[in-house]
C-alpha cells in the first residue's frame, strides 16, 4: 500500500485502513442524500459492515495495483474519499474519483487532493494518461478537471446508473507531455 501523500499543510491523502470504516460509513450515512444525486455505491452502502467490506475491497485491489483510493484527511478529521479507481498498468493509464463532506465544500481541498494525485500518478507511479469522468451536469464535479488543464474529451451517452436515472458522462484526460506540476 502506498504512503501518505501531502496535498498541503492541513490535508493529507492516506491509503484507507480498516480503523477507518467507522468514520468512513459516519461520512456516507451523513451525506448519503447528497452522495446518491452523482454516485451509485451509496445505496449499496447502508451499515459500518458495508464500509467495512468496502475498506477490505480496495485495499485488495490496492495490492494488486488495479486501484489506490485514499481517505482525505484534513485538519485531522475524515472529510472524503479521493484516489485512482481503475489503474490500467498495460496502458499506464488510470481514472481518478472523488467525494467530500458538505460541511467542506468550497475551499479548495478536492481541487488540492486531485492535484497531489496527479503528481503521484504521473511521478510515482509513471502513468502516461489520467481520466476523470463527471455526470455532464455535475457543475462542481466538472470544474476540478476543468481547473487543472484537462482536456474535455467527449460524452459517454447514459455511462452510469444511478438510483433513478442513467447519466450522461463528460469524460476529462489528462497527458503526462502534458501535465504542469
Ligand atoms: C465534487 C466535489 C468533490 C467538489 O467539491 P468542491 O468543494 O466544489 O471542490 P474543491 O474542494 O476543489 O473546491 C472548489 C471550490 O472552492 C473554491 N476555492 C476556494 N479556494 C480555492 C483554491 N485555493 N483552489 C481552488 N478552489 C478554491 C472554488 O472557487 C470552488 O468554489 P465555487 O464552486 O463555489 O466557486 C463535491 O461537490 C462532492 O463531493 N460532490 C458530491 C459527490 C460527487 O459528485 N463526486 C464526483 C462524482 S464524478
Redesign the pocket.
Known amino acids: 500500500m502506498a504512503e501518505p501523500v501531502k496535498a498541503g499543510r492541513a490535508l493529507e491523502l492516506r491509503p484507507l485502513r480498516l480503523r477507518d470504516a467507522r468514520a468512513l460509513f459516519a461520512l456516507v450515512d451523513a451525506n448519503r442524500n447528497?452522495?446518491r444525486?452523482?454516485?451509485p455505491w451509496p445505496e449499496a452502502n447502508r451499515s459500518l459492515q458495508d464500509s467495512r467490506a468496502y475498506i477490505l475491497r480496495v485495499r485488495a485491489q490496492a495490492k494488486l495495483g488495479a486501484a489506490l483510493p485514499f481517505g482525505l484527511w484534513w485538519k485531522g478529521s475524515l472529510v472524503?474519499v479521493a484516489g485512482f479507481v481503475w489503474i490500467d498498468p498495460a496502458n499506464r493509464s488510470a481514472a481518478i474519483?472523488?467525494?467530500?463532506t458538505q460541511d467542506?465544500?468550497?475551499?479548495?481541498?478536492?481541487?488540492?487532493a486531485?492535484s497531489a494525485l496527479l503528481r503521484h500518478g504521473f511521478r510515482v507511479l509513471k502513468l502516461n494518461r489520467i481520466e476523470?469522468?463527471?455526470?455532464v451536469r455535475?457543475?462542481?464535479?466538472r470544474?476540478?478537471p476543468e481547473?487543472l488543464g484537462f482536456r474535455h474529451e467527449g460524452t459517454l451517452r447514459q455511462a452510469e446508473r444511478l438510483a433513478d436515472r442513467y447519466v450522461d458522462h463528460a469524460v476529462y484526460g489528462l497527458l503526462a507531455g502534458e501535465w504542469k506540476p
Do not use: D, H
Open positions: 447528497r452522495l444525486r452523482w454516485l472524503g474519483g472523488y467525494w467530500l467542506v465544500e468550497g475551499r479548495g481541498l478536492m481541487t488540492a486531485v476523470i469522468r463527471a455526470g455535475n457543475r462542481r464535479s470544474a476540478i481547473r
